[in-house]
């Protein structure tokens, strides 16, 4: 978190700087509440940080900066030690292949439908997964499959067979949509990056390389005659 801030600090202007700085600030104070809630002892660096921080007035970004830069010069972090309990959380989309270039075709303002068939790895809570669909003008929909959809393989493996209903406006050509599955994080306050993205799933990580299909929206014969006239 401490690192994270550090690069934001260096590629952002002032005001979304101020911004990081908060948001830093206040994650840093939950930290300290849950470890004091729990009688845990935090690490050299983390003390030395909370220290610190205590006697900063102001959460400008040149004097956090600074400050996190004099720390990490100073004390280096304990060393992580990983579990061999880590597992890679991942899916494998069967259906569809993504190789056909016929595009999917239906009358604008209305929907269509897609099966979807995947498997899903080392995922502890099937409530997380969502379809994401992503299409040209970079609108992204999240959408969560029924329960019934679900079919239990094994321990932290199972099988998903949905019907992803598809819909767009009007579009001069066959136009390419990505279908991928994803793993929905409980959102919060998050440090991020500033971004021009219109993609409103923030918290979620995507488990497999998206699968791109093709849409051929066309306009009602009735609707072409109104619009000629």
């Given at each position: 978190m401490t690192i994270k801030l550090k690069l934001i600090l260096r590629k952002c202007n002032d005001?979304?700087?101020?911004?990081?700085?908060?948001v830093f600030m206040q994650n840093l104070y939950?930290?300290?509440?849950?470890?004091?809630?729990?009688?845990?002892?935090?690490d050299g660096f983390v003390s030395e940080l909370?220290?610190?921080l205590a006697?900063?007035?102001e959460t400008k970004p040149t004097v956090m900066c600074k400050l996190i830069q004099a720390l990490m010069f100073r004390i280096r972090p304990l060393p992580l030690t990983v579990s061999n309990q880590v597992r890679k959380v991942q899916a494998f989309i069967h259906e569809p292949t993504g190789t056909s270039d016929?595009?999917?075709k239906f009358m604008s303002g209305l929907s269509t439908s897609l099966f979807l068939d995947a498997?899903?790895?080392?995922?502890q809570d099937i409530f997380q997964i969502r379809v994401r669909v992503k299409y040209p003008d970079l609108h992204?929909?999240?959408?969560?499959?029924?329960?019934?959809?679900?079919?239990?393989?094994?321990?932290l493996r199972s099988h998903l067979l949905?019907?992803?209903?598809?819909?767009?406006?009007l579009w001069s050509e066959p136009c390419p949509v990505e279908i991928s599955l994803v793993l929905c994080t409980p959102s919060g306050p998050q440090l991020q990056l500033p971004t021009s993205s219109t993609d409103d799933d923030a918290n979620s990580i995507e488990l497999c390389k998206p699968v791109l299909i093709y849409l051929s929206i066309y306009l009602s014969i009735y609707l072409s005659i109104y619009l000629s006239s």
């Open positions: 005001t979304d700087g101020m911004q990081a700085c908060q939950q930290v300290q509440r849950f470890l004091t809630a729990n009688e845990l002892e935090p909370f220290s610190s006697n900063v007035e016929n595009p999917i498997n899903l790895e080392n995922v992204v929909q999240l959408i969560r499959p029924r329960l019934n959809d679900f079919r239990k393989l094994g321990p949905t019907e992803v209903v598809l819909s767009h406006w």
